[in-house]
């Protein structure tokens, strides 16, 4: 079956932003949507210049569509239309099959007219998020364009006290600083594990405007690691970018599976015609619904400020 077959799959609010006060792979892979009780299937897509224009071509908003239905949690870059109906919109034509998604949505972010906004599109049916523990990171010396989304998440199991329990920084690096952005990123890694619902299984998510030797290089004082070894590029010859990197050792929940959605193989498109959609593949890893048994933290919340010199 391929990874598009069959039938697979409220305007939230968001808290008042904390505190980040930082100063001066593999060959494509189809995706198959799994069970609540088999694994869980995190993916990130960033969709190039999201908005009006696009949303309004049929046979590319069905193709988004369909993309979203096939993971439990998508992590989302590039939605640059200020039209508050845009993103409920594109949510009940992901419902429109009688899927059950939700979305948590992040303010605009960017300088001048070089903003987009961050989501998080999710299967309810699989997880479940913690509203109150979601924010956008707070960067007062403007280190970073686009501040990341950080959002709580816990997959939906027989018993809660036991489900895995996770956090997703959703990212897009400037390509112009990739750098000195990825230096910022030791920052936000450090400030959302020490966030006072001690989450330890922080994954980071997105386009990081910098290929996997860079990203292994960067993550290694951290142990930090990239889970896609990327030998393939996106939709149009330009260097993979799209990653999820998290600590193995702390996130004993991945299975090691890895991989990317080839849009322009599984949905039959020309080089050119994916381009349209995106400049880059979806990119997924996958990991175990159960914690291991460790007490969940799902219900603390946070508190006061945090900062990082």
Known sequence: MGPF?????????????????????????????????????????HITAFDANKSSNPKIIDLLARVIRNFDVVAVQGIQSRD??????????????GSQYEYELGPRVGRNTNKQQFAFFFDKQTVEIDRQATYTVADPHDRILYEPLVALFRARTSNSESAFTFKLVNVHLDPVNASEELSTLHDVYSVVLSDVDQEDDVLLLGNFS????????????????????????????????????????????????????????????????????????PVWAEFSPVEGGRPSRFATRKKGTLQSE
């Open 5 to 45: 077959d069959g039938k697979f799959e409220a305007k939230p609010h968001q808290k008042s932003p904390q505190s980040l006060a930082i100063g001066d792979g593999p060959r494509a892979t189809d995706s198959k949507k799994i069970s609540p009780s088999d694994t869980l299937r995190i993916a990130s897509f």
């Open 84 to 97: 508050q109906t845009f993103v409920p919109h594109f949510l009940s034509l992901i419902n429109n099959d």
């Open 210 to 281: 910098a290929d996997t030797n860079r990203l292994s290089d960067w993550g290694h004082s951290l142990g930090i690691q990239p889970t896609l070894q990327h030998n393939t590029a996106g939709s149009v010859a330009v260097p993979y970018t799209d990653n999820l990197c998290l600590h193995k050792r702390a996130t004993r929940e991945y299975n090691g599976k890895t991989g990317s959605v080839d849009i322009v193989r599984v949905f039959n498109l020309t080089s050119g015609e994916a381009a349209i959609i995106s400049d880059h593949f």
